[in-house]
């Protein structure tokens, strides 16, 4: 199949690529590189069935594809915050320029949306069927409506222009090629720690997320692709719930780290309690994660002190 990844250099896009590439698919990665790294890439460049298109998805694409994985966006408190108006942008008119796409090709879309899209929770684990807890005025609701309103185009697009769509909501997930400056927590953690600096802990820490390794989320997602049964939307994540204090001390142990935790002010809107419940992804899907955060975290810790050896973060 010829298959469009949009965000394809990004963390989770670039490993998408990877695998849709080692199982004979080409591949078409469009990326504007705001938060996207070349290096992530690189090694698919010269590959024959790899294709780089250097585009923002906010601008209309031409192209014959069968599949699209609509990832473009960016997905890190201070990148999305970074130029709320263009995260916006991403998320209306470039996911209508991607529906556009697939309506135009018969393509089947698969938009990754996100368990943002539930708020700060007052149901907790977060099934489907809740319709979340969102401040429209808030710091986050660039990302949080965002996505909200990307999925009510695709339910539209779905029912009125028949498109063949899949939503996914993506909980918390981490692994190697994060980018390092992004602010997100496991990142942010790790590098403080190899850089024996402090870690940053928000609020007092006892906020909970629940953290699934890139590997298992990008098998998921292909599951979800390539099945017949239901568009979504449709929780992954790993349901291992822990406060965002214990995974400061993991961190540390795991590091070996002389970082010692200091506290900073909790941002706005910052989720109290996030875990997924994922009996429809097993259902549906016939799957579940498999990699426990020992065993990601030492992979992720191994790949950015490889990179910071190699002067590359
Ligand atoms: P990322 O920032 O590493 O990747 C996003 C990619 O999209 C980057 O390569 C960026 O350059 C590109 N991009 C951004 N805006 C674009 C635009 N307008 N046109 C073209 N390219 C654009 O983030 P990620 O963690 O890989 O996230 C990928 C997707 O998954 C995002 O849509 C995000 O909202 C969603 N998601 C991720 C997580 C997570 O924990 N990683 C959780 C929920 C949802
Ligand atoms: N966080 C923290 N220190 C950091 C970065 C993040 O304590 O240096 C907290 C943040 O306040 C939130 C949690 O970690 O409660 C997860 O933050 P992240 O930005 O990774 O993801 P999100 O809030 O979007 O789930």
New binding site residues.
Partial sequence: MKILV????????SHLCDRLIERGDSVVC???????QRRNIAHLLDHPRFQLIE????EPLTLDVDQIYN??????PI?YQHNPI?TVK?NTV?MINMLGLAKRTGARILQ?????VYGDPDIHPQTEAYVGHVNCLGPRACYDEG?RIAETLCMDYHRHNKVDIRIVR?????GPRM?PQ?GRVVSNFIMQALNNEDITLYGDGSQTRSFCYVDDLIAAIIAMMDQTKTVGPINIGNPDEMTIKELAEKIIEITGSKSTIVFRNLPADDPKQRQPDITLAKQALNWQPTTNLQEGLKNTIDYFRKNKQNSLV
């Fill in positions: 949009t965000g394809g250099a990004g963390f989770l896009g469009v990326d504007n590189f705001f938060t996207g585009h923002d998805i906010i990832l473009a966006c960016p997905a890190s990148h263009r991403a470039g990754a949306s996100t368990s943002e996505k993506i909980f918390n997930t981490y980018h992004d």
